[in-house]
């Protein structure tokens, strides 16, 4: 798995020479939006990150009518001590934080090499693309890679790969560097206290607005035709690949052409979806067979769906640095195709509605799908690529 995230990050990266890692702010504060795969977990939370000292602290942001947990959480790995309210029951624990668990760096890590620069967001949009970098490390029994902007190294997402805490993957926004709070990281002595518990609740729940509207925004429309490079994570099948993607919402097409990890034994695919005619064409790129079958969902719109609904706006990277924020929107929808029914929550530049990262929820499957987009461009240059290959025909 780590090859496939090195070779594929690392593919396409133009440099005169290698960029030694840079420095991303060691103190911050923004929001996260962590997702466990190994665990199938998803949370969304206030963030509040000291490298220097080792600290953090994550505020859970409740949803409304959830039976789920959801807590206020206080790390001090110089301490080896974790604080954890829990906000639904106001109990609280205190214990020491393994030994095994090592400091999640957010930003670059220390002892970080390059892989490549990316871009988010769209060619050809003024304001809605910005250049990030690939860094990746080696730690005891964890490894580590992130993508930071470029030039002001502001952290956008990163991934930790462990054999006893599995696969656990971040995006931040609206990041401000500092801390506004100096009392942040102090475990008061009403920590459990409902008056605590309130003056944070009141915190998040003003966090989760984010942005005050005149008006609830309608969908956006996002471009048609499109191309691009994808990460195709899914929860339920311990599933991650690369691909380059042609993406074709006018006429219900789309191809996915898979990145190969050299020295892999796995199978890798070249697969045209032709969704108006029921028909999808799968190439095995090693045998070069084809298997041509009917197609047995509905067609996935990649950008914001007709029936979508408006849930916030967010900066990706930094609020306050200039050239090192992206404007985002986040909608959500339902999707219902006969006996087939998928949640969609997505991320799109504001105001082109270029797609970022989508995310899938299938309740009867009970998986959950996170595709991010890279390097996408407007428009399809081949005219040929949604024709039916050769070996299928």
């Not at 190994?38 to 206030?46: A, L």
């Not at 220097?52 to 110089?78: C, G, P, W």
């Not at 029994?141 to 902007?149: A, E, K, R």
């Not at 045998?287 to 706006?313: E, K, L, Y």
């Amino acid at each position: 798995m780590k090859a496939a995230i090195l070779l594929c990050l690392a593919f396409g990266a133009v440099l005169g020479q290698i960029p030694s890692p840079c420095n991303s702010p060691p103190q911050w504060e923004g929001r996260e939006v962590r997702m466990d795969y190994s665990q199938k977990y998803e949370e969304r939370r206030r963030l509040f990150y000291d490298q220097t000292n080792l600290r953090t602290r994550t505020i859970a942001e409740v949803e409304i009518n959830s039976t789920r947990e959801f807590y206020d959480v206080i790390s001090l790995f110089k301490e080896r001590k974790m604080y954890s309210l829990n906000m639904r029951t106001k109990t609280c624990n205190v214990t020491n934080i393994e030994p095994d668990r090592a400091f999640h760096y957010r930003g670059v890590h220390p002892d970080a090499r390059f892989e490549g620069i990316l871009s988010l967001g769209a060619a050809g949009f003024p304001g809605e693309n910005i250049q990030v970098e690939v860094f990746s490390a080696n730690e005891t029994n964890d490894f580590y890679t992130g993508i930071v902007t470029s030039p002001g190294c502001i952290p956008v997402n990163n991934i930790h790969i462990s054999q006893k805490y599995g696969y656990e993957h971040s995006d931040y926004f609206d990041i401000t560097v500092g801390i506004t709070d100096p009392q942040a990281f102090v475990p008061p002595t009403n920590f459990c206290d409902r008056s605590h518990v309130d003056m944070k609740t009141a915190v998040i729940f003003l966090s989760v607005v984010g942005a005050v509207f005149s008006q609830v925004p309608t969908p956006c429309e996002s471009p048609r035709q499109w191309q691009a490079r994808e990460r195709v994570a899914e929860f339920g099948k311990n599933f991650e690949e690369y691909h380059k993607v042609y993406y074709d919402g006018s006429s219900g097409r789309e191809r996915n052409i898979a990145e190969i990890e050299d020295g892999s034994d796995r199978e890798f695919f070249d697969i045209l979806s032709l969704f108006n005619e029921n028909k999808r064409y799968m190439i095995n790129m090693k045998t070069r067979q084809c298997n041509v079958s009917s197609i047995n969902r509905p067609f996935r719109h990649r950008g914001v769906p007709p029936n979508a609904q408006f849930t916030n706006a967010f900066t990706l990277g930094s609020v306050a640095l200039p050239g090192q924020g992206l404007s985002v929107q986040s909608f959500i929808a339902n999707v219902t195709f006969g006996t087939f029914h998928e949640e969609y929550f997505g991320l799109v530049t504001s105001p082109g509605c270029v797609p970022i990262n989508n995310y899938y929820y299938n309740p009867s499957e009970q998986t959950k799908s996170v595709v991010a987009y890279y390097d996408l461009t407007v428009g399809i240059s081949d005219p040929m690529i949604f024709v039916p290959p050769p070996e299928c025909m």
